[in-house]
Structure formats: C-alpha cells, structure tokens
C-alpha cells in the first residue's frame, strides 16, 4: 500500500504567523484529505483534495497529484489552530492511509 | 444532526474482559469504519463497512470483531481484551467507501489493565 510522510513532525508558532505542512504520498492517489484533531481529541475534516487548490478562510490547500505531495497553509494563525494536523490518502478500492500528523502549537 | 455519536467516551477493563463500542451516524452514509489512535502512530483502520451488510478488515483487525447492525449502526466488539489494545478509538463515516469525506466521532478511550 502507499506510504503516507507528514512534515515536520513539530511546528511552534507566534499567533499571527503564517505556516506551510507538508504531505507526501509514494504513489499516486484517488483521494487525499487534511484532518485537524484539536487538544480534546475531536478530529475535523479540513479538505478533501485530490488535486488542485481549495481555501477555507485562513486554510488553504494544495494537492500536485502528478508529484505527489499536499501542502496546508495556515495564515495569521491563531491559538485555535493548535492541535495536531493529519493527512491521508489512499488509492481506489483500498483504505485511507494516515501520516504521523504534524503537531502545532500557537502561542500567544 | 448529532453527525456521528459513540458510546461509552471511556472504559477500564481488565486483561480477558470483553467489551462492545457502539457508534451510530445520522447523515444517511453508506459507509462506516473503525480506527484506533495510539500514540506516534497517528490513526490506523481496524475493519471498515462499505454498505450495510458488508465488513472488511482494515490494517489491525486481530483480535477485534465488528457487526454492521443497520445503516445507521457499526459496532467493535473486543472478545478478550489484552493490554495492547489500550488505545483511543474513533469511529468515521462517509458517503462512499473510501472515495469521500470522512466525519469522525467524538472517541472512546480504552484502558486495558
């Protein structure tokens, strides 16, 4: 099955800076999706993208399926932010794989 | 819409104990899975149930059973609990297996003694 490799694995933050995430697949994928698991273990879907661009007010995304990563850009990050920020993908017919998660605190 | 609930939030149980998670989705999905969260190891699929009626083992399934009850309904069952299945366990559902959106529950936190 695909690998799925986040990075970085830690992220610290002043609240108001901006920050990229990193995910990268081994092999080309039908469906790729960034969670977010805020401090009380809730886990929220982000974006599902298996290629090209979305933006949801601070968050965006970008999947380049033909080279196979996915970058999560957080803009004017806010204590809210923190958590730990998962990606997964996976190919037709099989299970979503996830990467490790990268955790991000946000200080004010 | 309460999206997807699971029931109990925590257990202890000891070592040979058994035990069933319930999980329950109210947004007409067809598909419903079980993963389990452990630390470093970010969440890793234990069984999966595309459409009601049908199971199918994920990356973890050993010692964990799983029982689509209705459409709505997808319970794990532990038949002897062993320490190393202490772990966080969420529950998700989607549209489609494996092809859209997941919407994960709240997590049931099990200590196995």
Redesign the interface.
């Known amino acids: 099955g695909i690998q799925v490799e986040q990075s970085p694995p830690d992220l610290i933050l002043q609240e108001g800076a901006n920050s990229t995430l990193r995910c990268n697949f081994s092999d080309s994928v039908?469906?790729l999706?960034w969670?977010h698991q805020n401090p009380w273990?809730?886990?929220?879907?982000l974006f599902?993208i298996p290629s090209g661009t979305k933006q949801n007010g601070r968050l965006s995304a970008t999947t380049v399926a033909t080279e196979r990563y996915s970058l999560l850009y957080i803009s004017s990050s806010q204590t809210t932010d923190s958590g730990v920020y998962?990606c997964?993908a996976?190919q037709?017919?099989?299970?979503?794989?996830?990467?490790?998660?990268t955790t991000l605190s946000v200080s004010s | 819409n309460a999206g997807v609930t699971q029931t109990p939030k925590f257990q202890v149980l000891k070592t040979g104990q058994s035990m069933t998670l319930q999980c329950a989705q109210d947004m007409n999905h067809n598909s419903m899975y079980w993963y389990r969260q452990d630390p470093?190891?970010?969440?890793?699929?234990i069984y999966?149930s595309a459409s009601e009626g049908t199971t199918d083992k994920?990356?973890v399934p050993n010692g964990y059973n799983v029982s689509r009850l209705n459409k709505r309904e997808f319970s794990l069952r532990l038949e002897s609990a062993a320490p190393s299945q202490t772990s966080?366990y969420?529950c998700?559902s989607s549209e489609q297996a494996?092809?859209?959106?997941?919407?994960?529950g709240?997590?049931t936190r099990l200590t196995v003694l």
């Not at chain 1, 273990?41 to 879907?45: A, E, F, K, M, S």
Request: charged residues 10%; hydrophobic residues 40%.
């Open positions: 039908n469906n999706q969670f273990g809730q886990l929220i879907n599902y998962f997964a996976n037709a017919g099989t299970a979503l794989i996830f990467g490790k998660g | 470093g190891m970010g969440l890793r699929l999966y994920g990356e966080v969420f998700a494996n092809t859209d959106t997941q919407y994960f709240p997590g």
